[in-house]
């Protein structure tokens, strides 16, 4: 109907502890966890028992995980598409608060700016009279300093709110052989792919370590 806003519903499954396939998937996993936590690795024979053990537990992980999917999947799009409503509906807002702010401080600039500039326009006048004086020993003309502003307020109070000027530092590293040891950060991912290719990096001790990687074979 013309004028009338009609609302979607999403259905979603929100049980996965009620999901038969989910209970069956984690009533295997209960079942080797105990074969794991009795099992006792003596022989080749007992690595491969394992590998065995190892292999279904990667396709069990596997299940769970795609199962796990099917519930987050849906929730996870249709929150997707909610937050960019959302994101759309606050533009005005955003754009308005940054439009706001960015004319208050270009006036707080500006009006910063001028002060500097009378306070140096002073300055060369007082410095132009010392002169004289030394020079002449008298003045021929009073010194005619300009009124210098008063700082912007640093707090702006009405009846809806409050305003307050706040600085921050910015920084930017020009030298970074000059940097004190303490704030340089190793990049350990480049490190480590560097003692992956067998070179050697002064200052730095690398080793391996023994892992285990389970391929399942394809049912």
Known sequence: MTG???QETALIQVRPDADPRVLALYQEGTKLRDYARARVIASDDDVKTATDDLSVIAGLKKAI???RKEYTGPINEHLKSVNAAFGTFTDPLNEADTVNRQKVLAYRAELERQRREQDRINQLRAEAARAEMELKGEL???????QVAEEAPARYRTETGTLGAVKT????????????DQYK??????????????????GVRG?????????????
């Not at 930017?172 to 052989?177: G, K, L």
């Not at 990049?187 to 067998?198: C, E, H, L, N, S």
């Not at 892992?211 to 399942?216: D, E, F, I, Q």
Request: glycine share 6%; charged share 25%; proline share 5%.
């Open 65 to 67: 995980e795609i199962k």
């Open 207 to 219: 080793w391996q370590k023994e892992g285990l990687r389970v391929t399942a074979r394809k049912q």
């Open 185 to 202: 950060v190793a990049d350990m991912v480049k490190i480590r792919k560097v003692f992956q290719a067998g070179v050697a990096i002064p």
């Open 4 to 6: 009338q806003i009609v």
């Open 140 to 146: 021929t003309e009073p010194v005619g300093l300009v």
């Open 169 to 180: 530092w910015e920084i930017e590293v020009v030298d970074f052989a000059a940097l004190p």
